[in-house]
């Protein structure tokens, strides 16, 4: 599978980055049993924050790039913690994903979606998971958005 998934990525233009180191004092995942509980990954593209207020500097489609780009470091994050092996990823169990948005924003799910469908297309059927999708008033370092991930590894 894991060659599935880099050709799938390829297919796609897309390329993971390096697993991002934490910025503060925790651990970037912890895998217990064939659970793996990853750290929220934050907004960046091409090794730069992506920040913004959903419904003040950034519109729904801009901040689905951004939810996009969570997904590719979550899944960096997993092969990070597969020894380099995205094979061992069986599926992702649930995503939660935090916009930071104006009190009156109503689109959070919208957003979200830029994560959930990348998930999909890169792992069909395996990448169909639970998800919340939730307002924040603030997020860390100004990004747009951050998402958090558990995963079944095998």
Known sequence: MSADIEARLSELGLTLPDAPAPAANYVPYVLTGSTLYVSGQISMKNGELVCGKLGETMDVEAGAAAAQSCALSLLAQVRAACGGDLGKLKRVVKLTG???????????????????????AILGDAGRHA???????????????????IFEIA
Not at 131 to 149: F, K, N, Q, T, Y
Request: charge should be negative.
């Open 131 to 149: 998800r919340s999708a939730v307002s924040a008033a603030a997020l860390p370092l100004g990004v747009a958005v951050e998402i958090e991930g």
């Open 98 to 120: 935090f916009v930071n948005s104006t009190a009156d924003f109503k689109d959070q799910p919208k957003v979200i979606n830029g994560a959930s469908d990348t998930m999909v």
